[in-house]
């Protein structure tokens, strides 16, 4: 069976500066990867050139045998492969229920049912407007949002930044859930929640990937810093 | 002391002017909010609009299917210059896109003067009754003007609060990348807001044109105009740009009961004076860095 | 630097060779291309190295040219004394309403400096019709005196002046590129965060930008009112007022050398087109547009790079065109 996501020697710029060198990463089914580096590394590059909102100068992105590259982001999304962003941004001025109808009119698919058991807030919050909700709770609507469609990746971009620790601990047991279903790519800076779940990490330093770590018994938390 | 049916006069009148003003300015403020893009070619479906309205009831003999056409001729266009050219360039900076749009109007203006000619055209006047307001003989046409302004302001905000089509492009308006994240095709919500706003223009044109001189250069000279409306009110606001479309429609009215020339500056200063205090504007947001 | 020839060279030969136009080409035409380029180049500099649109550069040419105007017409007959007249009341204008609108963001700015020619054309129009005597315009050929050494009130030698004027410009605006300041201008216009950062103050370097380059209109503005003779609210007409926005990119936005190139093609197409087509307008949008599309580098803005390589290709053995003027 082919891989969800096979990245080959990807190399991206912003402009007249390179960003990522040559990087490799592969992705199983339902397989829970992490990236983890320090700040401007270039994991967001990385998520995004995947999702489609950058265009690298080479390399390929695969998904079961079919070509990302020179898609627009909405087709990739479409394919699904869903990119949750880090900067929690929701549509401020919609409520909570329209910015799923949203997600619900792109993917066609309304039943929020799954939605609700993962994040069952949600159901209490469908009135408001989304610019008033809080930085857990906006980050729940992302990912609610995103798993419409029952996409068959998630590229997940610093979820746990700025939330209280109960909420991550949710967050940890809601990716465990979907990771049963979907294949995730979680880019994170927090070791211990990513080292509890993740069946791999990839350590990213300076825009190559200086480590690929696939032993569950060797990804723990010093083990990671070591690379970093 | 400014007699008391003049002012109503000047009242009434200021408020047909103001809705033809939102009408126009509705196009720029959805292109901005929604593409980052300053569309000036909107004055170019403003004078088709006036143009065709012309020519259908000269052939036809009614001015309301005259409207209708120069509405379907504006879309038209504006779908044509919105795939052709708009399409290229919506990653470009706002000054970029600005100076082509001006570059549309201009070659557009000679696509008119190429096939209407130089001399002014004439409409007629659909309905010449008036009826009286407190005391006030006013024009009806000019309250029918108010009616459809008010009807095309209620009939966005339905479809901006009430379809989805209308909720994505609220979306998009606060991020364009975050709808394309969902798997909505962009592309698709800026053509179709396009269209809308050169159809908004169009009918402008059709409302406008028995009421003034339709003649090439008629965009341009209300191009200033239209722009200021849209700076007052804050690129990107409809609600704004309803507001600020009835005040300058009330300042250029008044404005000529006190001192004629000045009503034709009056607007401008009051621009400079709202940019001094708020350099977005009434209702507009700092969504750019310059 | 600013002493050796080889700074000076590449002024000195466009400017030969507008000279020598003159032999082939109608005085009120070359004469028209020197004018038009100084009131251009105000609007190339802003736009091409601060990263400003302007669609009212109409309404500094009206301040130049009425100041000169005025003075001619009621108080004097110095050509020259009229002429700083006009710079002055530049200067003056661009500070009284700088502050406020290069703080805009750059399509409100473009819009402002619109609202600017409006209001400027109406003052002089009808407001102020008493002094400005309205459409008529104010009509001073016969006040202006006759000058030593160089009688500008005749054409031929305005033509001259003209020529002179322009090379000081010139030299100023290449002067300015080299100095930190122009760096900073450009950088102003890339990455003013980084800039701001870096601890320079981009109002201070766009007010002063601003400035330069109206006052350089303004001065344009002050020589067309002494070459026709004449001043009318025609001057500031809003309809005009892209013209200074199209010849700078027909020439080349940010180049050196783009207004006078551009204002040799507008010019010279102006003629030629009216009397083939006599559609202007379907000319100049089509071109426009095309222009964009194509690359927005204009004329001399492709030209440009393609000339230097190959000029400096054996001097520096290859080793690519000389640092950027142009961009």
Redesign the interface.
Known sequence: MSATLVVKDLTVSYGESKVLFNISVTVDACEVVACVGRNGAGKTTLLKTIAGFLKPISGTVTSNDVSLLGRASYDVARMGIKYVPQDKKVFSDLTVRENLELGSYATQDYDWQKLTTYFPKLKTLMGRKAGYLSGGERQMLMIGRAILGNPKLLLVDEPTEGLAPSIVAQLKEVFRELSRKTALVIVEQNLPLVCAIAEKVYAIKDGRIVAELTDKAAITPPMCERYL | MIDAQLLISAVIFGLSIGSIFFLMAIGLSLCFGLMRI?SLDQMLYYSLGAYITYSVSLVTGSIALGVLGGMIVAAIASFAVERL?FL??YDRD???T???S??????????I??FWGLVPRPVMVPITSQLSIVGTDVPVYRLLLIAIALLVYGGLWLFLNRTIIGKAIRAGIESVEHVEGLGINVYRLFTLTFIIAGTLSGLAGGLYAPLIMVE??MG??VL?FV??VV?IGG?GSIKGTLVSAFLVGQIVSLGSLVYA??A??AP??V??LI??IK???LYGT?F??? | MLNSLKWWWGILLAFSLLAMLRLFAPLPFVNEVLLFSIYTIGCNFL?GRV?F?SFGQPAYLAVGAYAAGFYLYYFGTNPYLAILLGVLAGVIVSLMVGP?FV??????F???N???T??IF??MQ??LAGVTKGDNGLWFLANIASTPLLDISRPDQFFIFALLVAIAVWGFYKYLDDTLYGACCLASKLN??KLQFLGYSNFRIRLLAFAIANTTTALAGAMYAIYLGLVSPEIAS??RA?DP?VVT?LGGTGTLYGPLVGALAYTGMKDVISKLIG???????????FI??AG?KGIWGTLEPRLTKALFRERNGGSGSKPGISR
């Open positions: 300053i050219i290229r360039i706002i000054a970029f600005m100076i082509t001006f570059g549309v109007l201009i070659g557009g203006v000679g696509v003067k190429h090439p250069q341009l000279e200033a722009f200021m700076i690129l020339p000045l034709q500056m401008f200063a621009m400079l940019l001094l350099p977005t504007g700092a750019l860095k310059r | 736009l990263g649109i406020l703080r805009l963001r750059s399509d409100y473009a819009l402002v619109l609202a600017l409006v209001i109406y003052l009808k407001v003013e965060d809003p309809a892209a926005v990119i559609n202007w307008e379907l000319f100049i949008g089509f071109l426009l547009v964009m599309l927005e």
